[in-house]
């Protein structure tokens, strides 16, 4: 089984600061892949950044990075540089690549909102 | 090219109604999965679709399915509808299984009355 938790459900930062969102995770997997995806108030997810089980690096998409912790199981997202256009609810995600089949396990998402 | 389309967008149905959602993945993805997402369970996973075979499912009771056809398009039908239903859900493909990431689409928002 697996378990995301993000124990942050609001969080707020001021335009052009940086911004961090925890997610730890739990899973006997021994090969997983994590996720980040922003969800607006559209409804859509969009896919921000991966980050594999055995990847040596931490992952960057432009502003995006994930602090990889494998030790701490926790894969938190920075934000850097926030714009008021990255007000939305951000969800972690994984996925098991042995045994765990095609699905996403989600945490219960973080209320980002960005001020001037 | 195109991205993951979901029709319709907003749906009303009335209590012991069913509904159809329709679900058009990304052109050469032949993996769509479904995905409930309610204020209070937040985003659960309902099944999986891979080459017209469902590979995957979620704790969801029967009157939940769905069907994927050759073009890797799928549906997925909710029978005897319960308030409960109200959510949004969603489909999300992706090329094949295995470690590839996943789109979504817009989702539809079922409100049942």
């Given at each position: 089984a697996q378990k995301i938790t993000q124990t942050q459900p609001g969080m707020f930062v001021q335009e052009k600061e940086a911004v961090t969102l925890d997610c730890t995770y739990d899973t006997s997997d021994p090969s997983y892949g994590l996720f980040w995806y922003k969800q607006p108030s559209s409804g859509e997810m969009i896919f921000l950044i991966y980050q594999g089980s055995y990847d040596?690096?931490?992952a960057t998409e432009g502003r995006y990075s994930l602090n990889f912790q494998k030790a701490?199981?926790?894969?938190n997202l920075v934000i850097s540089a926030s714009q008021l256009g990255d007000s939305a609810m951000y969800f972690c995600a994984m996925r098991g690549f042995t045994g765990g089949g095609n699905k996403l396990t989600f945490g219960t998402g973080t209320q980002l909102k960005v001020e001037l | 090219k195109a991205g993951v389309t979901q029709t319709p967008r907003y749906l009303i149905k009335t209590r012991g109604q069913q509904v159809t959602l329709s679900c058009s993945p990304i052109s050469g993805h032949r993996s769509v999965s479904w995905y409930?997402?309610?204020p209070g369970q937040g985003l659960q996973f309902l099944?999986?679709?891979f080459s017209e075979t469902q590979r995957n499912k979620g704790n969801f009771?029967?009157?939940?399915s769905g069907r994927q056809f050759s073009n890797s398009r799928s549906e997925m039908n909710v029978s005897t509808l319960e308030l409960g239903d109200s959510a949004l859900y969603l489909c999300a493909s992706s090329p094949r299984q295995g470690r590839d990431g996943y789109t979504f689409g817009s989702g539809t928002r079922l409100t049942v009355v």
């Open positions: 040596q690096q931490n701490r199981k926790s894969a | 409930q997402q309610t099944f999986e679709y009771p029967g009157r939940f």
